[in-house]
């Protein structure tokens, strides 16, 4: 069981920098691949990035590609998702997961882990 917290949301002006944190509870958060997800209002939750239970291989949206970079820190237990050059449609909850699956990181069904969101709002 892995219980995940995320952090660091907040409002911003376009073309700002938040960086977000998820921790996570027990010591096993090196087996997991982790990922970060956003569902905005009346919208599907959609992939925005992942990372290898290494930290080694890293995956990322089209629409983030180049603005925002995901990285973790086995040592204390948490994700990071650095978000450069924010954009109003960068505006949603933001979800940390982690999954014991090997393959279909961006697939939110492959996760088995979330945690509650955080609220990112982007201003124009």
């Known amino acids: 069981q892995v219980q995940l917290t995320e952090s660091g949301g907040g409002l911003v002006q376009a073309g700002g920098s938040l960086r977000l944190s998820c921790s996570a509870s027990?010591?096993?958060?090196?087996?997991?691949?982790m990922g970060w997800f956003r569902q905005a209002p009346g919208k599907e939750r959609e992939f925005v990035a992942a990372?290898?239970?290494?930290?080694?291989?890293?995956y990322a949206a089209d629409s983030v590609k180049g603005r925002f970079t995901i990285s973790r820190d086995n040592a204390k237990n948490t994700v990071y998702l650095q978000m450069n050059s924010l954009k109003p449609e960068d505006t949603a909850v933001y979800y940390c997961a982690a999954s014991n699956s090997r393959v279909g990181v961006r697939f939110p069904g492959r996760y088995d882990y979330w945690g509650q969101g955080t609220q990112v709002t982007v201003s124009s």
């Open positions: 990372i290898s239970r290494s930290g080694e291989n890293t």
């Open positions: 027990g010591r096993t958060f090196s087996t997991y691949i």
